[in-house]
T-cell receptor
């Protein structure tokens, strides 16, 4: 299977704290994308990092990519209750024209 | 970014019946995909909807169970045939535009089969 793994499966933090989620994958990739899903609804695209990039920022989000370890991390700084959601990484594999998703991390931010 | 709509947003169906889900995009896109998300699980790709030709199915998914149409560059349908309770899932349409890396998702169709 090309599905990636994410850890932790669930994370509960206080508002204002930082949240870090990790993603590991198995194949060579063109890019890796992070998504947020609120309560079983559609996916919202957060950020894309290409295979030749090591770090990317977008607002309170910071994504790193280590292709040698086939892993990525998503850091959300100064978390808010509205960040409560499930977060998924998805890899766009070399030679593939679609995304394969990780298992997801369920983040709960306590006000 | 593409704006994607799906119909219906949710449905409750009886075992043995079929449901067709529609996906409409506000711009022409190269790639359209259908994903399934079973309760509490991640997303699994069902198939790539090809315009003017048969869809490309992933392992474990077959055309008889999940027939797909894509008559043009902005519209696709997924039918879930002869449903059983195991088909209860969220079905998501996803698109990617010309020369784009970012893939966008529709709001999903939540299906419950009784």
């Amino acid at each position: 299977s090309q599905q990636g793994e994410e850890d932790p499966q669930a994370l509960s933090i206080q508002e204002g704290e930082n949240a870090t989620m990790n993603c590991s994958y198995k194949t060579s990739i063109n890019n890796l994308q992070w998504y947020r899903q609120n309560s079983g609804r559609g996916l919202v695209h957060l950020i894309l990092i290409r295979s030749n990039e090591r770090e990317k920022h977008s607002g309170r989000l910071r994504v790193t990519l280590d292709t040698s370890k086939k892993s990525s991390s998503l850091l959300i700084t100064a978390s808010r209750a509205a960040d409560t959601a499930s977060y998924f990484c998805a890899t766009d594999g070399t030679g593939a024209n679609n995304l394969f998703f990780g298992t997801g991390t369920r983040l709960t931010v306590i006000p | 970014s593409a704006v994607i709509s799906q119909k219906p947003s949710r449905d409750i169906c009886q075992r043995g019946t079929s449901l067709t889900i529609q996906c409409q995009v506000d711009s022409q896109v190269t790639m359209m995909f259908w994903y399934r998300q079973q309760p509490g699980q991640s997303l699994t790709l069902i198939a790539t909807a090809n315009q003017g030709s048969e869809a490309t199915y992933e392992s474990g998914f077959v055309i008889d169970k999940f027939p797909i149409s894509r008559p043009n560059l902005t519209f696709s349908t997924l039918t879930v045939s002869n449903m059983s309770p195991e088909d209860s899932s969220i079905y998501l349409c996803s698109v990617r535009g010309y020369y784009q890396e970012t893939q966008y998702f529709g709001p999903g169709t939540r299906l419950l089969v009784l």
